[in-house]
């Protein structure tokens, strides 16, 4: 019999019971609890009991047997990064996990960062690098030697042609198409259904078809 690890969820949201439900069908991990800044304790998520909040990590590690590890279950790109830096200010020790659910197809040298959640369906081609603590939704597609930066995300059915490169904490719509080569900056937002024909810079908010830039945004603006 597989000896599972012990880990913990960092939210409590829609968004965490997808990652549970991913982590269920991995069947690698097991979930100890769930951690949530905007919850109470003992509350109880999918069946798991809320253990504290983030900033109560170290004397929940210290109360837990062999458990030093978790996923950051939060949709938000820019929530996430806060999440982990908080969490690693709290333990440096801390560590984080990936979660593939099975269906999902990866090709070959392929790298995949840590605290990153790959959805039901998803389809990295070959030579792609995914970056950390990225989301990865339903059926996306990344096409081989493409780049997705640290905390980033790809909605449900978003395809990618080969060398696409995305940066960091940057959000692709549900069902977007971006052609082969383009590049998108950090911190920025392609909106859903666009069709992506040219370079998009950092800190923009971009939709259409063909998408275009509509305005410049903050960094850490709320987008869902």
Not at 31 to 37: C, P, Q
Not at 121 to 148: M, P, R
Not at 190 to 196: A, K, T
């Amino acid at each position: 019999m597989m000896c599972k690890e012990n880990i913990i969820v960092f939210g409590g949201s829609d968004h965490s019971r997808l990652t549970l439900d991913i982590i269920k069908h991995e069947n690698k991990f097991n979930v100890i609890g769930i951690i949530d800044d905007g919850l109470e304790t003992n509350e109880v998520v999918s069946g798991l009991k809320v253990l504290g909040k983030t900033e109560d990590l170290y004397s929940i590690l210290l109360s837990l047997k062999d458990v030093n590890k978790g996923i950051i279950a939060i949709g938000d790109n820019h929530s996430r990064l806060l999440i982990a830096n908080k969490i690693k200010n709290v333990n440096k020790n801390f560590s984080f996990v990936s979660t593939l659910h099975p269906s999902s197809l990866i090709g070959s040298d392929v790298t995949i960062g840590e605290g990153t959640i790959i959805a039901a369906g998803v389809i990295i081609n070959n030579d792609a690098s995914i970056g950390k603590h990225c989301y990865l939704a339903t059926k996306a597609s990344i096409s081989h030697d493409s780049i997705l930066g640290d905390f980033s995300s790809l909605g449900p059915g978003v395809t990618t042609g080969g060398n696409v490169h995305i940066g960091s904490c940057t959000t692709i719509g549900l069902g977007a198409n971006i052609l082969n080569d383009k590049v998108i900056g950090n911190h920025t937002i392609i909106g859903s259904g666009c069709l992506v024909v040219t370079d998009f810079e950092d800190y923009v908010v971009a939709y259409g078809v063909p998408a275009k830039v509509i305005r410049k945004r903050e960094k850490g603006e709320k987008y869902l």
